[in-house]
């Protein structure tokens, strides 16, 4: 009994709006946290003194060259970007769970990923890095995942209606395509291999400002169309049938659903290769705690998705130091074993 106080205790305070700003707080501490932590370690104020002055423009005479350009220039844009796509892909899995009534849907459902994969490969086989330089695998990936997206649409909207396990099925059948061609390419890269492996596990190695902003732009305006149909996305957790009762447009809000999400995760994946277990662990962490309102539910598990990569991301920084870690082998290592405790303690519970 006392501990079913405490969960309700728990619960009504995440109810409270307080609870975002305490999140939106803890997620800058925890960014800042990993803009400190290195090969070389800076001072947290003096990482909070030298983007202040930068965003005012005042000079930084105080600090060395050195250490400006280790903020400003390397850790900073990384540790953005990091968080930027922490919230997407968290962000899209609140969104798929909901869309599809599966839990263990995600981000890559529809053949993001795999469209994504096979996009930077092939454009790296076309000889697509002597153009367009540390741009061409990512641009590759964007496109490769769009065109697989707008095939599963393709393929689904044949039929004059289609249902969430037309789309997903689709996805199943053109992301296994897709992954074949990847693997083909990659046998044909040869040399390659390496670069193309840390690519498709999640590499930050080089990030630029470009690629934040690009991907900064691409989670607002997915958050803003995710925030739009979060209504009518608690509607769709009973039945379609209900949905269309109560004057649902049900192919609108899959359409934007989908679309806002495939922006985000493609965007992303661009940038980063493949991630896993982020848009499944934290919105599904989420959804037991708080419900699954997506009104609070989707703002709720982009930060707290941005807060889980960015400590993923220092594990792998300084695990093997003065090595990298590909992200996605750290969040498969926390997200696996968590998700399996999750899973058995909720059937404990239960029983």
């Known amino acids: 009994m006392i ?70 220039s390397i850790r900073l844009p990384r540790v953005l970007l990091v968080a930027f796509t922490g919230a997407a892909l968290s962000a899209t899995g609140a969104a798929y769970q909901g869309l599809f009534r599966n839990p263990l849907a995600d981000p890559y459902i529809v053949g993001v990923a795999a469209g994504a994969g096979l996009g930077a490969i092939a454009t790296v086989a076309l000889g697509g890095v002597l153009l367009l330089g540390s741009l061409a695998m990512p ?19 044949r039929r004059n209606s289609y249902s969430n396990n037309d789309l997903v099925l689709a996805g199943v059948a053109l992301g296994t395509l897709a ?15 390496n670069q193309l492996l840390a690519f498709l596990l999640g590499s930050f190695a080089t990030i630029g400002w470009d690629a934040v902003w690009v991907v900064t732009t691409s989670v607002v305006v997915g958050m803003v169309v995710l925030t739009i149909v979060a209504r009518d996305l608690n509607t769709l957790l009973f039945s379609e049938e209900e949905a269309l009762f109560l004057g649902i ?8 659903t989908i679309g806002g999400a495939t922006l985000m995760t493609a965007t992303a994946v661009a ?14 962490s989420l959804r037991f705690w708080i419900g699954g309102d997506h009104r609070r539910l989707v703002p709720l598990a982009a930060v707290y998705g941005s807060i889980f990569l960015l400590i993923a991301d220092m594990l792998a920084r300084t695990l093997v130091a003065p090595q990298e870690l590909p992200l996605g082998i750290i969040t498969a290592g926390i997200g696996a074993p968590f998700f399996l405790w999750q899973l058995l303690t909720s059937k404990r519970s239960i029983a």
């Open 139 to 157: 641009l590759g990936a964007f496109v490769g995942a769009l065109l697989v997206v707008a095939g599963v649409f393709g393929i689904a909207a």
């Open 271 to 284: 940038f980063h290769g493949l991630i896993g277990f982020v848009g499944i662990i934290v919105p599904h």
């Open 179 to 193: 992954s074949a061609m990847t693997t083909f390419l990659m046998i044909q890269l040869g040399r390659q291999t």
């Open 249 to 256: 447009n049900v192919r609108r809000v899959r359409w934007l």
């Open 3 to 72: 501990q079913h106080g405490r969960q309700w205790l728990y619960m009504r305070w995440l109810d409270a709006p307080v609870s975002v700003l305490v999140a939106v707080l803890l997620c800058v501490m925890t960014l800042f946290l990993a803009v400190s932590i290195g090969s070389v370690s800076i001072p947290f104020l003096d990482i909070v003194t030298i983007t202040w002055q930068h965003l005012l423009g005042r000079p930084q005479s105080q600090f060395s060259p050195a250490t400006v350009t280790i903020v400003l």
